[in-house]
């Protein structure tokens, strides 16, 4: 990955790389290596970046590879089975939770904890080659209002938190994997309910509640998602100032 456009200081990489952290996990350190009921990943740093054991692919995007090089890309000494690992190392949940008093599994959260900022850094740079992969994936008529809000938002301040959020939280909305009845809840999705007018960061805040409001209501009744939009609208409460 390159360096990315966005202008992001180490202090504001900082304090939206704990934002997050706490969004995901309440900021706690055992929380940097999850690894969720029903779920066939592993959730690992402050943005639950997901990392598919050997033959398991889901519907949803992996992308604690691309953090590993990337971490390695900026000099982090990683421990050598992490370097080398080509798949997770944990089959499923069971040995997953089996293992999380291991040394292994503590050098990991040792990694974790101390690469805050460049893990934000990285979201960053996840979010920066989302606007193009959108803008592809959108109908051509949209295509010049998502970009114009995602500028407007990006540029309001606070603006690059929210956007960096959403992105590592629900996806850049792109995937045919992630809808419901055709209706999907990522980035693209977001911007593209934004109107146009008022404070941009509430703007984005709105259109996302509505996003993930719509979601819990078209998810199959088997999946309970009615359980997590408590959680998900009071994340989203903490995007506009």
């Known amino acids: 990955m390159a360096q990315s456009a966005l202008r992001i200081s180490q202090a504001e990489a900082d304090r939206i790389g704990r934002q997050i952290w706490r969004n995901e996990c309440a900021g706690t350190r055992d929380g940097l290596t999850s690894w969720n009921r029903g779920e066939d990943f592993a959730s690992l740093g402050i943005g639950h970046f997901i990392w598919y054991p050997a033959g398991r692919r889901g519907s949803f995007k992996e992308s604690f590879p691309a953090l590993r090089d990337y971490l390695q890309s900026q000099g982090t000494k990683l421990p050598g089975w992490l370097a080398d690992a080509k798949t997770c190392p944990w089959p499923d949940r069971a040995a997953f939770m089996a293992d999380f008093r291991s040394p292994r599994m503590e050098e990991l959260r040792s990694l974790l904890a101390s690469t805050v900022g460049l893990q934000a850094r990285f979201a960053a740079l996840r979010l920066e080659a989302a606007l193009p ?35 590592n939280f629900k996806g850049e909305g792109t995937l045919p994997s992630e809808r419901y009845d055709g209706e999907g809840w990522g980035l693209l999705q977001v911007l593209a309910g934004m109107s146009g007018s008022g404070a941009p960061t509430s703007e984005f805040a709105r259109s996302a509640d509505r996003v993930l409001t719509r979601r819990v209501e078209l998810s199959p009744p088997s999946r309970g998602e009615q359980r997590w939009l408590p959680g998900w609208l009071n994340r989203i409460s903490t995007y506009a100032p």
């Open 133 to 167: 992969e959108m803008l592809a994936a959108a109908p051509s008529r949209d295509r010049a209002k998502i970009r114009d809000n995602f500028q407007r938002v990006a540029a309001a301040p606070g603006g690059l938190y929210p956007l960096m959020d959403y992105v």
